[in-house]
C-alpha cells in the first residue's frame, strides 16, 4: 500500500491552541502523523492563543494531551515532534499581533514557498478577525496560505453569505478548506467509495426503487462541557444542518462521473438544494432528555432541543414522495449512527413481509448489511447479508478524521470537503425548519434518559406505513 507522506516544507498556525478542539483532536492526529512517518523533515507547529505561555509550556500542554488520547506512546517520537512546536501569544483581534506573528513565520521558514496552514480552532465569533488580520498582514500576495475552518459557518443562510463574502474580499476561494469532520470518517468516506464501486448498489439505490431514507445518529453522551454553545444552537443546528445532511446527500445523489471534488460538490448540492420541509407539525418531533435541565450552565427553563426528528422530502422527479426520516439525540440508551435505505415492496407482498434493507452502519462499527428475504420451509425470514464498509485500518483509513483531513489540505484534495453552495444549502433547510419551530412557538417534549428518545417519532413514520428500524 502507498502511503502519502509529506514532502514539502510547512507550517501548521493553531488559531485558539489553549482550546478543547486543538487538545481532543488536533494534538493527537499530528502526532498520529508522526507515528505514521507522513511528516517531511522540515515543519513547524505554532499554537496562537491570547494567554500569555512559554513554547516550552505549550510543548508541555501538547504533549500531555498525546498521552491521554494514546496509551502507549513513542517517548523519542514524541520528543523529536515536540522540537518543532512553539508558541505565539497575541489578540485575534490586533493586526500588530499578525504582523509580529508574520515575521516569526518568516524566521521559521526562510522560504516563501513553504506552505502555510491556519488552522481556525476558535468559536465562530473570531472567525472575521482573523481571516481580516490574516489577509492584510500578507506580505506577497501569493503566498500559499491555506485556511481550514471547521464548522458551523454562520448560524443560519445570510450569515453564512455574509461570511463567505467577507472571506472572499481577502482570500480566493480555492485557499479556503471547508470542513466538517464527519466526512473525515472512514465510515463516511466508505460511503462514497462503496457507491463507486458497485453498480449493485446503485442500481437498488435509485428513488424509483426506494421506498423511504432512514439516518439516526444516537449519542450516549449528554451535552457535558458544550452547554454554552448548545444552548444557543440546538440539535437541529448542531447535527443536522451539517453532519446529517452530508450523509444524506452522500446517499441518494447521483454518483459523480468523476472522483474529482467538483463533480462530487455538484452531484451533492442538486440533492440539498431541492431538500423541503412540509410545514407542519406533523413532520417534526423535538425532545429534551430530563437531566438536560440540571447539566452545568444549562437555565432551568431551557428550551433546547436535545433530541430531533424529522420527515423531509427531496423535490427531484426521481425521489418524488420518497419520504426521508432524519432523528438524532443526546443522552439515549446506546451511541450509534446508521442509515437504513428501505426498498419498496412487490404490489403482491404481504403488509407483514419484511422490506429489503441497506444498512450502512457508521458508528460505533463499519459495515453494510443487506437485507434479504427468503422461505426457509414455509417460512418467511429475513437475513442479513454482511460486508465490512471499510478496511478498517489499512492505508489512510487508520488516521484519525483530523489527521487524515489535515493530509487532504496539503495534497489540494477537496473531496471531502465542503464547498460554499453546499453550506448555504443546508442552512436554507434549517431556516426553514427553524422559523416554523419559532412561529409555532415549539417546545420539546421530554424524555427518560437513557432511552430511545420520545415516542412520538414514530408518528413521522407510521404516518406514510412505516417504521424505524432499530435492532431492539
Ligand atoms: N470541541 C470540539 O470537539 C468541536 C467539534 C466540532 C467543531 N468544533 C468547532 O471548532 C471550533 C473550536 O472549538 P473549541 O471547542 O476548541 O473552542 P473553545 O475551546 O471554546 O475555544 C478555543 C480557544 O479560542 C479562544 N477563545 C474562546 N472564546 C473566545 C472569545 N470569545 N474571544 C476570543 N477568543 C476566544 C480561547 O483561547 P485563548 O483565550 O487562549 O485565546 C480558547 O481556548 C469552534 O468553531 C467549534 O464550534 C469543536
Known amino acids: 500500500m502507498n502511503l502519502f507522506r509529506i514532502k514539502k516544507p510547512f507550517i501548521l498556525i493553531i488559531f485558539g491552541a489553549s482550546g478543547d478542539l486543538a487538545r481532543i483532536k488536533l494534538f493527537p492526529a499530528i502526532y498520529e502523523l508522526a507515528v505514521q512517518n507522513r511528516l517531511p523533515k522540515n515543519f513547524y507547529i505554532v499554537g496562537f492563543a491570547r494567554t500569555e505561555k512559554s513554547s516550552?509550556?505549550?510543548?508541555?500542554?501538547?504533549?500531555?494531551?498525546?498521552?491521554k488520547a494514546h496509551k502507549d506512546i513513542n517517548q523519542n517520537l514524541l520528543k523529536n515532534l515536540l522540537a518543532h512546536v512553539s508558541y505565539f501569544a497575541g489578540q485575534y483581534t490586533e493586526q500588530a499581533d499578525f504582523i509580529k506573528l508574520r515575521k516569526y513565520l518568516n524566521s521559521l521558514a526562510k522560504s516563501n514557498s513553504t506552505t502555510k496552514l491556519a488552522y481556525f480552532s476558535v468559536p465562530p465569533i473570531i472567525f472575521k478577525p482573523i481571516i481580516k488580520n490574516l489577509g492584510e498582514s500578507r506580505f506577497l500576495p501569493n503566498e500559499d496560505l491555506r485556511l481550514i475552518i471547521e464548522k458551523p459557518f454562520g448560524q443560519d443562510a445570510q450569515s453564512a453569505r455574509d461570511l463567505f463574502h467577507f472571506t472572499a474580499r481577502y482570500f480566493n476561494e480555492n485557499?479556503?478548506?471547508l470542513l466538517d469532520h464527519y466526512l473525515g470518517k472512514s465510515s463516511v468516506q466508505s460511503l462514497l467509495n462503496l457507491r463507486h464501486s458497485n453498480r449493485l448498489l446503485n442500481l437498488m439505490m435509485k428513488g424509483p426503487t426506494v421506498a423511504n431514507i432512514q439516518i439516526t445518529a444516537f449519542e450516549k453522551v449528554g451535552v457535558e462541557d458544550r452547554a454554552g454553545y448548545f444552548e444557543q444552537v440546538g440539535t437541529i443546528k448542531d447535527m443536522v444542518q451539517s453532519h446529517l445532511l452530508q450523509i444524506l446527500a452522500l446517499i441518494a445523489m447521483s454518483i459523480p462521473i468523476t472522483e474529482n471534488a467538483d463533480s462530487l460538490h455538484r452531484e451533492k448540492y442538486a440533492i440539498l438544494s431541492a431538500m423541503k420541509f412540509i410545514e407542519s407539525k406533523k413532520n417534526i418531533v423535538l425532545g429534551q432528555y430530563k437531566g438536560y435541565t440540571k447539566e452545568k450552565n444549562v437555565p432551568k427553563n431551557s428550551h433546547a432541543e436535545t433530541f430531533a426528528a424529522l420527515r423531509l422530502f427531496?423535490?427531484?422527479?426521481t425521489w418524488y414522495k420518497t419520504p426521508i426520516y432524519i432523528r438524532t439525540g443526546k443522552r439515549l440508551r446506546e451511541k450509534h449512527t446508521f442509515v437504513v435505505v428501505e426498498l419498496k415492496k412487490f404490489a403482491f407482498q404481504g403488509k407483514d413481509e419484511e422490506p429489503n434493507r441497506l444498512i450502512f452502519e457508521l458508528q460505533?462499527?463499519?459495515?453494510?448489511?443487506?437485507?434479504?428475504?427468503?422461505k426457509i420451509g414455509n417460512e418467511t425470514q429475513s437475513q442479513e447479508v454482511t460486508t465490512k464498509a471499510s478496511i478498517a485500518c489499512s492505508g489512510d483509513y487508520c488516521l484519525p478524521e483530523h489527521a487524515l483531513l489535515l493530509l487532504d489540505v496539503i495534497r489540494e484534495n477537496r473531496l471531502h470537503f465542503l464547498s460554499f453552495q453546499e453550506i448555504i444549502a443546508?442552512?436554507?433547510?434549517v431556516d426553514t425548519i427553524s422559523n416554523f419551530m419559532k412561529k409555532n412557538h415549539m417546545n420539546p417534549e421530554k424524555y427518560a434518559d437513557d432511552s430511545l428518545g420520545p415516542n412520538s417519532q414514530n408518528n413521522l413514520t407510521e404516518m406514510d406505513g412505516f417504521k424505524w428500524f432499530d435492532r431492539h
Open 56 to 67: 516550552k509550556e505549550f510543548q508541555k500542554e501538547f504533549a500531555d494531551s498525546i498521552k
Open 175 to 177: 485557499c479556503i478548506y
Open 314 to 317: 427531496i423535490d427531484r422527479e
Open 364 to 374: 460505533p462499527e463499519e459495515k453494510l448489511s443487506i437485507c434479504l428475504v427468503n
Open 426 to 429: 443546508t442552512w436554507e433547510i
